[in-house]
């Protein structure tokens, strides 16, 4: 497999012989991207991080692709600034609406040295030798669902699959007021799957298309059958990633090391810290940015 390593992602690319050394920085529009960030620092414990919420602006998931565009630029041009050279958009909902304009407008002007990269297509790329049946379910927020990204890219890559989507507006709420153990969770969470294999029986692969919902599966295997493989995305962007830095040494040369993690949030510390603290199974002390340029 190839991740990132498709004319989708893979634009106008030039690595100058000296450059300076920066973190690799992990964006999303709340702390979902924290779960991504988790398995980023096991497989990467040299290397220096940097986080950044959007947390005052969440969710993203019902705004208008303008809107989603708009803030995750903001949110990777602050991220530039801050010395890193390579961004990775933690986040469905930035991801399926905002990465590609971003990649083939924004980057070329800004510094086509510089790489935003996001976490659909390598999801997508694990389904090969998954499904038996041919059917597969992604689980989403409505704006992921809406925009189309995971059925789009299944059906380049996979054209025999058949792809059932179901929205979960509900799970991200669950999630960041700690309501997971709930019965409102249990509720919400049969509720969707249940309408998931109504419409799609056969289904014997389901993909976590939100960054939020790994901390729901245990509620969520309690209403899958046995034999329902659960695709969830930290794991397979870390190995993405390492597999990218890999096959591009120029932009590894640029990933400083020192073991350290940044944290940023658009909203108050005291407010961010607990719930992201138990997002990522550590202390968390974030710095306040503002939202904006």
């Known amino acids: 497999m190839m991740p990132w390593h498709h004319p989708f992602f893979y634009l106008y690319f030039i690595f100058p012989s000296m450059q300076e050394t920066g973190p690799i920085a992990v964006?999303?529009?709340?702390?979902?991207?924290?779960?991504?960030?988790?398995?980023?620092?096991?497989?990467?414990?040299?290397?220096?991080?940097?986080?950044?919420?959007?947390?005052?602006?969440?969710?993203?998931?019902?705004?208008?692709?303008?809107?989603?565009?708009?803030?995750?630029?903001?949110a990777v041009r602050k991220l530039f600034k801050m010395g890193a050279p390579l961004v990775i958009l933690a986040c469905n909902t930035a991801s399926a609406k905002a990465l590609r304009t971003?990649?083939?407008?924004?980057?070329?002007?800004?510094?086509?040295?510089?790489?935003?990269?996001?976490?659909?297509?390598?999801?997508?790329?694990?389904?090969?030798?998954?499904s038996q049946t041919g059917h597969v379910g992604v689980?989403?927020?409505?704006?992921?669902?809406?925009?189309?990204?995971?059925?789009?890219?299944?059906?380049?890559?996979?054209?025999?699959?058949?792809?059932?989507?179901?929205?979960?507006?509900?799970?991200?709420?669950l999630v960041e007021n700690d309501e997971i153990s709930s019965e409102g969770a249990r509720y919400f969470v049969k509720n969707n799957l249940d309408q998931l294999f109504i419409r799609a029986p056969k289904t014997d692969t389901i993909i976590?298309?939100?960054?939020?919902?790994?901390?729901?599966?245990?509620?969520?295997?309690?209403?899958?059958?046995?034999?329902?493989?659960?695709?969830s995305q930290g794991p397979i962007v870390a190995n993405s990633?390492?597999?990218?830095?890999?096959?591009?040494?120029?932009?590894?040369?640029?990933?400083?090391?020192?073991?350290e993690v940044t944290f940023y949030t658009t909203e108050y510390p005291e407010r961010f810290n607990p719930s992201a603290s138990l997002f990522l199974g550590r202390t968390v002390n974030a710095i306040h940015v503002e939202t904006g340029h």
């Open 139 to 173: 689980l989403g927020t409505t704006g992921t669902v809406m925009s189309e990204s995971y059925p789009l890219e299944i059906k380049k890559l996979f054209p025999h699959l058949t792809v059932t989507q179901e929205a979960c507006p509900m799970w991200v709420s």
């Open 241 to 259: 990633l390492k597999d990218y830095l890999n096959r591009h040494p120029g932009m590894n040369q640029r990933l400083s090391r020192g073991g």
């Open 27 to 74: 964006f999303d529009s709340g702390y979902g991207g924290l779960t991504v960030l988790h398995d980023l620092l096991r497989m990467f414990p040299d290397y220096d991080f940097i986080y950044f919420g959007d947390n005052a602006r969440a969710p993203y998931g019902n705004r208008s692709f303008e809107v989603v565009y708009q803030y995750t630029l903001e």
């Open 102 to 130: 971003i990649q083939q407008k924004d980057l070329p002007l800004m510094d086509p040295a510089l790489r935003v990269l996001g976490v659909i297509r390598p999801c997508v790329e694990e389904l090969g030798g998954l």
């Open 208 to 231: 976590l298309g939100c960054t939020h919902y790994p901390l729901l599966l245990p509620v969520i295997r309690e209403f899958v059958p046995d034999h329902v493989k659960i695709v």
